[in-house]
């Protein structure tokens, strides 16, 4: 019962009651009962049809399934799977296979899983130098950013060798699947005859 | 009205179709290199995902009741009609009874009414079926929906221009002009696709066009797309000083394309596959097809390799396990491609004619011969008079020609047949996707007064049929004669009447006239009487048709003469002009039945 109900009930009686009070108080002075009765009754009659009178109850509200909270993770799969297969080719076993066959396949599905990450992602490397090269780190570097290895001791700057560039992704641009159930990466097919 | 802000050109193509504009009112607009844009076209390319794309695939896919949820097809500007684009080409693939494919090739075939709900042709009978104009009406709502989504001012109030093939007769312009309606463009004016070709190529080339070309240089224009193959010549002349272009020349609509070439090699490699012991299936084969497309693209770009690995990936979960691969070699792609539909022919070789089977399927009329040089050779000497020599240079245009191989291989036979004329100069084309949408934008520029523009006129001359006098012979059609109706090159506005011919037509009763169109005969007045011609010099188009109405005048027989006007739009009007009063009935072509 909401509260809203509940409220606006009890003004109408106050209404009434306030009318009462007004045009009966004077005669029924003498009678203290009469009057509280009089004041007091379209409270009581208000609660009791409040009771009475339920509301119908709304029907069941076909509640949608909240989205899963990591759509957009599944998104991103759902494109890689859907241009590059890479859910099918991360879960084969590969194991039996020739080089060959599998350096072949690998060949499309890399190139199709680039597209894709391509479309989605953009990233940059955090360090611009050439790997293998010579590279100084400043102080204040972000250490979230920049691992250090080997020999570290001392204060930044420090001097050493670009082994890995690093990525860091600047743009998301996931396409979002509406009217889909998100983790459905991919459908199952069946062929028709 | 106020001259609208915009000029927007489409390419309504057979496979793709393209928006181009181009802002009047924008700052310091060069006319002789007007900035054009392409308009990024949302569209749905999966389920539920919509992405903007340059072109919309004119493909149109109609979902199985309970196939795809509604949520899954809305588009940013509400639910669409139909699911038109990308997801409908990917379906459809998949799906092949329930796309519309090819519609506008239908607008000019005269084996079915275009008007009739006919298309997925051959669907199976639980399909719902709509026809060619509506199917392209719907191309044309969806990128109308895409431009009033993202710019500020609505497409219907803008000055739009419609490419169409420069081989559409005076019955598949005015179905066009029809779809346009019916998307809610009604003042869409066309213009010829291998026209808008030569407008983008003028643009791009920022006045430079003028040093390209010379005083008496006839240009093939040449366009290869990926369904279908248009051809035109535009000869250059001068006046007053000034370079004058005119359209001299149109081919016929010949149903050949990138598309038949990508079939042709997955055919090659699957049989190739198939000696080996290796089966396709058609999933396979449609991945194959996809990937001979990239790997011909490759193998005859400027420099390509030797030969290209060709993989189609296993279709179940075992996608390593089940992938095929093979190599396709550069010898083969030129065995197949090259010579298959580039073969070095004479100058007086003609396009082989089909087997005539006794019982034919309606359908569309797809090319019987492949070779492409040989519909040239064939388009070039009914139309000798034009360029005597041959073409002095060639624009080409069209995703085919994109391979620098087959440009090579088509200039090749074009010198050959110029022989001790020299040879024939190749004009730098613009960006071959788009060039029919800019230049259809820049088209409109030209009409403006800024840039140069291309003379030309309707593109056949058009005729009645005058039922001979001559004994009747069962089993033999009376001889029937042409009568000029319209001459070649008429132009736009232009209005003429047959002042000599009076016909008698009853009030109330339909009146039915056989209706020709020629696109070599450009000497023959309004008024002229051929009698007689050869294969392919006069082609009857669909009928015309009208009924006299006139308020208690039935039976009355009122005499007419015939007038045709060709419109703003560009569309040709036939009238009957009653010779009492100036009453007049417009003669409709009457699509539903076959010529």
Not at chain 2, 43 to 58: F, H, I
Not at chain 2, 234 to 246: K, T
Not at chain 2, 265 to 289: I, P, S, Y
Not at chain 2, 582 to 594: D, I, P, T, Y
Request: net charge negative.
């Amino acid at each position: 019962m909401s509260a809203g109900r509940v409220a606006s009930v009890l003004v109408l009686a106050l209404v009434v009651a306030g009318a009462d009070w007004l045009a009966v108080a004077d005669p029924l002075r003498a009678c203290a009962p009469c009057l509280a009765w009089v004041v007091a009754g379209p409270f009581v009659l208000a609660l009791l049809a409040l009771a009475i009178l339920r509301p119908a109850a709304p029907p069941p509200a076909a509640a949608p399934a909240p989205p899963p909270p990591d759509t957009p993770a599944l998104d991103l799969l759902a494109a890689l799977q859907d241009e590059g297969r890479l859910v099918d080719f991360l879960t084969e076993d590969i194991g039996t296979y020739s080089d060959a066959q599998v350096g072949a396949a690998v060949r499309g599905i890399q190139a199709s899983c680039r597209k894709a990450l391509e479309a989605c992602v953009k990233l940059e490397p955090i360090l611009r130098g050439a790997e293998n090269e010579p590279v100084t780190v400043e102080a204040g570097f972000d250490p979230g950013a920049v691992r250090l290895t080997g020999n570290v001791t001392g204060r930044p700057p420090f001097r050493g060798v670009l082994r890995h560039a690093g990525w860091r992704v600047t743009g998301v641009t996931v396409p979002a699947r509406q009217g889909c159930d998100a983790r459905v990466i991919a459908p199952a097919e069946v062929e028709l005859p | 009205m106020s001259v609208p802000r915009f000029v927007v050109g489409i390419d309504l193509g057979t496979t793709n179709s393209v928006l181009a504009w181009v802002d009047t009112q924008g700052p310091d607009l060069d006319p002789e290199a007007p900035a054009i844009a392409v308009l990024p076209i949302p569209q749905l390319v999966k389920a539920g995902v919509v992405e903007p794309r340059d072109a919309l695939p004119s493909f149109l896919y109609l979902p199985a009741e309970g196939e795809m949820d509604a949520k899954a097809l809305a588009l940013p500007w509400g639910a669409p009609e139909h699911v038109v684009g990308t997801l409908a080409r990917a379906r459809g693939a998949e799906v092949p009874g329930r796309v519309v494919a090819s519609a506008k090739s239908w607008l000019c075939a005269t084996g079915a009414d275009p008007s009739r709900p006919i298309l997925p042709w051959n669907a199976p009978a639980d399909v719902p079926r709509l026809s060619p104009v509506a199917a392209e009406a719907a191309y044309l709502a969806h990128l109308r929906a895409a431009w009033d989504a993202a710019m500020p001012a609505p497409l219907a109030a803008q000055e739009v221009y419609l490419a169409v093939p420069a081989s559409f007769d005076a019955v598949a312009r005015e179905l066009t002009v029809r779809a346009a309606e019916a998307a809610g463009l009604g003042g869409a004016r066309l213009i010829e696709e291998p026209q808008a070709a030569f407008y983008a190529w003028i643009a791009a080339s920022g006045g430079a066009w003028r040093r390209e070309v010379r005083v008496g240089d006839v240009i093939l224009v040449c366009d290869v797309g990926g369904g279908t193959t248009d051809l035109s010549l535009v000869s250059v002349g001068e006046e007053a000083g000034a370079l004058v272009l005119e359209r001299r020349a149109v081919g016929d609509h010949i149903l050949l394309g990138g598309d038949n070439m990508d079939l042709a090699l997955a055919h090659a490699v699957r049989a190739r596959l198939a000696e080996t012991g290796t089966a396709l299936d058609e999933w396979q084969l449609r991945g194959l097809v996809h990937a001979c497309r990239q790997a011909k693209e490759r193998l005859l770009g400027a420099d390509g390799p030797e030969q290209e690995t060709v993989l189609v990936l296993g279709r179940s979960r075992k996608v390593v396990g089940g992938a095929l691969r093979t190599e396709v070699t550069r010898a083969e792609v030129e065995r197949t491609l090259v010579d298959g539909f580039f073969p070095l022919v004479a100058a007086d070789e003609r396009p082989r004619s089909p087997r005539r089977a006794g019982l034919q399927e309606i359908g569309l009329p797809y090319a019987a011969d492949p070779a492409i040089t040989r519909h040239v050779a064939g388009f070039l000497a009914r139309h000798r008079e034009v360029a005597p020599e041959g073409p002095s240079a060639v624009l080409f245009n069209g995703g085919v020609t994109e391979a620098a191989r087959l440009r090579a291989r088509l200039t090749e036979a074009l010198d050959a047949w110029r022989g001790a004329a020299g040879a024939v100069r190749v004009l730098a084309g613009a960006d071959p996707a788009r060039a029919v949408a800019v230049g259809a934008a820049a088209y409109g520029l030209a009409r403006r007064g800024r840039g140069v523009r291309i003379r030309g006129g309707t593109a056949r001359a058009y005729y009645v049929g005058v039922e001979a006098a001559a004994p009747a012979v069962p089993g033999v059609p009376a001889p029937v004669k042409a009568l000029c109706l319209a001459p070649f090159g008429m132009e736009e506005g232009g209005e003429v009447e047959l002042a000599g011919t009076e016909l008698g037509l009853v009030v109330g009763e339909p009146a039915e006239f056989r209706f020709f169109g020629s696109s070599v005969r450009r000497d023959d007045l309004p008024g002229t009487v051929v009698e007689g011609w050869g294969a392919g010099e006069i082609e009857e188009l669909r009928p015309l048709e009208t009924t006299l109405a006139a308020e208690g005048e039935e039976g009355r027989t009122v005499r007419v003469r015939l007038s045709a006007r060709v419109t703003e739009l560009g569309t040709l009007e036939l009238w009957c002009v009653a010779r009492d009063g100036g009453r007049r009935w417009r003669l409709e072509f009457n699509v539903r039945q076959a010529a």
